[in-house]
């Protein structure tokens, strides 16, 4: 199942800001989807968006609830459904509902284009113009874009073809520097070249971004990174790894979309972190971080467990090997 979550935003006044700010948090204008949003004490905790077609099956729908609401039991949930097929939408609406009870944070709420319907598929109809809503304007503001569709994020994360014999030119002078290099000394030279970049990501050159690519398949080099992140960094670590991921030849993503996949659900950009792991699928990537970030995605666990989250994997890589059990 295709599953977007993003984290908590702002507060909401009334439906129309709701459906405003949606496309705000999930980073594009959603269609075919349910989109669900938990909202605790007045204020958004958590969105997830799946595509309609992946939750018609039984008990799907109720089980993307019921994750959600683990994690926020005294929360209530809004359901929205974005469709030209109403009456689809609408039967999907009526299962989250029942599912959903006392929990139903207001009336479900069915998209069609310019106008939706509130509370059943004869209910009122509503003009739909998210870009009037005073939270799409203070999420903006923010710096949360809303892209016209989910697949305008893969822009961020595949290479523009004409610039194929620029990226494999620096790829090389990378391969060429990595032969002065001491094995060992990987770690202080990504850290290092990561620290620098990431002051300013949209300047770094060419060759310092396949750098970082290539360094970052070093598995010690890669944990040391990976533990250096701090959620107030984290959108200067998407900006910087979408970049790098882009100046690496096809086949040498995947360690790249691997951090830029954890940097953005650290972020709060679950829609993006989507992307890089259905891109890592397509390019056959082995269970490693990849698993840890699916497991973090279908667990519905929210960014802001990271700091403990990231405490635990130090303490798991500085644990000593039992070098007996290792032989076994």
Same mark, same amino acid.
């Given at each position: 199942?295709?599953?977007?979550?993003?984290?908590?935003?702002?507060?909401?006044?009334?439906?129309?800001?709701?459906?405003?700010?949606?496309?705000?948090? !999930? *980073?594009?204008?959603?269609?075919?989807?349910?989109?669900?949003?938990?909202?605790?004490?007045?204020?958004?905790?958590?969105?997830?968006?799946?595509?309609?077609?992946?939750?018609?099956?039984?008990?799907?729908?109720?089980?993307?609830?019921?994750?959600?609401?683990?994690?926020?039991?005294?929360?209530?949930?809004?359901?929205?459904?974005?469709?030209?097929?109403?009456?689809?939408?609408?039967?999907?609406?009526?299962?989250?509902?029942?599912?959903?009870?006392?929990?139903?944070?207001?009336?479900?709420?069915?998209?069609?284009?310019?106008?939706?319907?509130?509370?059943?598929?004869?209910?009122?109809?509503?003009?739909?113009?998210?870009?009037?809503?005073?939270?799409?304007?203070?999420?903006?503001?923010?710096?949360?874009?809303?892209?016209?569709?989910?697949?305008?994020?893969?822009?961020?994360?595949?290479?523009?073809p004409r610039d194929a014999e620029a990226v494999e030119t620096a790829w090389v002078r990378a391969l *060429?520097?990595? !032969?002065?290099?001491?094995?060992?000394?990987?770690?202080?030279?990504?850290?290092?070249?990561?620290?620098?970049?990431?002051?300013?990501?949209?300047?770094?050159?060419?060759?310092?971004?396949?750098?970082?690519?290539?360094?970052?398949?070093?598995?010690?080099?890669?944990?040391?990174?990976?533990?250096? !992140?701090?959620?107030?960094?984290?959108?200067?670590?998407?900006?910087?790894?979408?970049?790098?991921v882009r100046a690496c030849p096809h086949g040498t993503q995947d360690q790249p979309l691997a951090i830029?996949?954890?940097?953005?659900?650290?972020?709060?950009?679950?829609?993006?972190?989507?992307?890089?792991?259905?891109?890592?699928?397509?390019?056959?990537?082995?269970?490693?971080?990849?698993?840890?970030?699916?497991?973090l995605s279908a667990a519905v666990v929210p960014p802001g467990d990271w700091d403990e989250l990231r405490?635990?994997?130090?303490?798991?890589?500085?644990?000593?090997?039992?070098?007996?059990?290792?032989?076994?």
């Amino acid at each position: 199942m295709t599953s977007d979550t993003s984290a908590p935003i702002a507060r909401v006044r009334d439906l129309p800001d709701l459906l405003g700010v949606i496309p705000h948090l !999930l *980073g594009f204008h959603p269609d075919e989807s349910m989109v669900l949003i938990v909202q605790d004490d007045g204020v958004i905790q958590l969105t997830a968006r799946a595509d309609l077609a992946d939750l018609r099956g039984p008990g799907l729908v109720e089980l993307l609830i019921d994750r959600m609401l683990l994690r926020w039991p005294s929360g209530a949930m809004w359901a929205v459904a974005y469709t030209v097929r109403e009456r689809q939408g609408w039967r999907l609406l009526r299962r989250a509902g029942t599912h959903l009870g006392d929990a139903l944070a207001g009336e479900p709420v069915c998209v069609s284009g310019h106008r939706y319907r509130v509370g059943t598929a004869h209910g009122p109809v509503y003009r739909h113009d998210p870009r009037t809503a005073p939270a799409a304007a203070a999420a903006t503001l923010h710096g949360l874009q809303a892209r016209p569709s989910r697949s305008a994020l893969t822009e961020l994360v595949r290479s523009d073809p004409r610039d194929a014999e620029a990226v494999e030119t620096a790829w090389v002078r990378a391969l *060429g520097r990595a !032969l002065d290099l001491d094995r060992g000394a990987r770690g202080d030279e990504l850290i290092r070249a990561h620290d620098r970049a990431v002051r300013a990501p949209g300047l770094v050159s060419r060759d310092d971004l396949a750098w970082l690519g290539l360094l970052i398949n070093d598995p010690q080099a890669r944990d040391r990174l990976v533990l250096s !992140l701090q959620q107030p960094a984290a959108e200067a670590w998407v900006e910087l790894w979408s970049r790098v991921v882009r100046a690496c030849p096809h086949g040498t993503q995947d360690q790249p979309l691997a951090i830029l996949a954890l940097a953005a659900w650290v972020n709060g950009n679950g829609a993006l972190q989507s992307v890089c792991l259905e891109e890592m699928d397509l390019l056959g990537i082995a269970p490693g971080l990849k698993q840890m970030l699916e497991d973090l995605s279908a667990a519905v666990v929210p960014p802001g467990d990271w700091d403990e989250l990231r405490e635990r994997l130090r303490a798991m890589l500085d644990e000593p090997i039992d070098e007996a059990a290792a032989a076994g």
